[in-house]
């Protein structure tokens, strides 16, 4: 008695490579999209606080203003930059408690650094945000015989916008979360020259 043989024919193992081809297209096609949708967006993050806030300007956002950075238990603010007219300095004195965080998001939205209230030194927090160029600048004008006492932190585009965020423990501790975020200043670096600052 013949066995009888179960294999897929010739014209059924023509079909695997199409069925594989078409899930590597449609895998490809998926991940193309969830990188290019944000940089194809009208109404992107950086259009909708550039429609709020002016560059180098801490503003506080709308309570319930949506998106994904939206939390009732949180003050939320944000500082547009333009690094196209000098580095930016973030200066902040900050308390041991409640939370704070900050994050550096680039003009298509993505976070090129974040830290918490957590980073201050003695409570003092200063941060300068760059360019390459700009950073060679300054690194070009330090004492040589002193460290740096600021964060510098190059940004991947000229472009983009940090967001505070403050927590407030209790609904009646929501204006003093967003006093704390008011308290920031945010804006064009004094500290350089105005040829410096256009490099």
């Given at each position: 008695?013949?066995?009888?043989?179960?294999?897929?024919?010739?014209?059924?193992?023509?079909?695997?490579?199409?069925?594989?081809?078409?899930?590597?297209?449609?895998?490809?096609?998926?991940i193309a999209t969830i990188?290019?949708?944000?940089?194809?967006?009208?109404?992107?993050?950086?259009?909708?606080?550039?429609?709020?806030?002016?560059?180098?300007?801490?503003?506080?956002?709308?309570?319930?203003?949506?998106?994904?950075?939206?939390?009732?238990?949180?003050?939320?603010?944000?500082?547009?930059?333009?690094?196209?007219?000098?580095p930016l300095r973030l200066?902040?004195?900050?308390?041991?408690?409640?939370?704070?965080?900050?994050?550096?998001?680039?003009?298509?939205?993505?976070?090129?650094?974040?830290?918490?209230?957590?980073?201050?030194?003695?409570?003092?927090?200063?941060?300068?945000?760059?360019?390459?160029?700009?950073?060679?600048?300054?690194?070009?004008?330090?004492?040589?015989?002193?460290?740096?006492?600021?964060?510098?932190?190059?940004?991947?585009?000229?472009?983009?916008?940090?967001?505070?965020?403050?927590?407030?423990?209790f609904p009646g501790e929501?204006?003093?979360?967003?006093?704390?975020?008011?308290?920031?200043?945010?804006?064009?670096?004094?500290?350089?020259?105005?040829?410096?600052?256009?490099?």
């Amino acid at each position: 008695m013949k066995r009888r043989d179960h294999r897929l024919d010739d014209g059924g193992y023509f079909f695997l490579p199409i069925f594989a081809g078409c899930l590597i297209v449609a895998g490809l096609v998926h991940i193309a999209t969830i990188f290019l949708l944000p940089r194809l967006a009208e109404k992107d993050a950086f259009a909708r606080i550039s429609a709020i806030a002016e560059p180098h300007k801490v503003v506080l956002l709308p309570d319930g203003a949506g998106g994904p950075f939206d939390d009732p238990a949180l003050a939320q603010g944000v500082c547009r930059f333009d690094l196209a007219q000098g580095p930016l300095r973030l200066r902040a004195t900050l308390a041991p408690d409640p939370l704070m965080l900050f994050s550096f998001h680039a003009r298509h939205g993505q976070i090129f650094y974040s830290m918490t209230d957590r980073s201050a030194t003695r409570g003092k927090l200063d941060v300068l945000l760059l360019t390459r160029e700009q950073l060679n600048v300054v690194e070009a004008s330090d004492p040589e015989d002193e460290l740096p006492q600021d964060l510098r932190i190059i940004a991947p585009t000229l472009e983009g916008f940090l967001l505070f965020r403050a927590l407030a423990e209790f609904p009646g501790e929501m204006g003093d979360a967003k006093a704390r975020i008011q308290s920031l200043t945010c804006g064009l670096d004094r500290d350089q020259s105005p040829e410096q600052a256009r490099r």
